[in-house]
């Protein structure tokens, strides 16, 4: 998945402000304890990252962006 794909499904499962909100400030378990930012910028597969945010977020993440 391409970032930009990420942030797209991301933002339409959230809202673009509470997007930004949960990828810079919730640590996800699924990532090491990392937040989103923080898995990406150290270079996890974005894939990875949406798994983790799906897992995290079952019931806000849409089954069709699953």
């Known amino acids: ?7 797209a499904r991301l933002e339409e499962a959230f809202g673009p402000g509470y997007a930004a909100s949960i990828a810079r400030d919730q640590v996800l378990s699924q990532l090491d304890g990392r937040t989103i930012e923080q898995a990406l910028a150290a270079g996890e597969r974005t894939n990875v990252v949406w798994r983790a945010v ?3 977020y079952p019931d806000r993440v849409p089954a069709r962006l699953r």
């Not at 998945?1 to 942030?7: C, G, I």
């Open 1 to 7: 998945m391409r970032l930009t794909d990420f942030w």
């Open 54 to 56: 799906c897992a995290a």
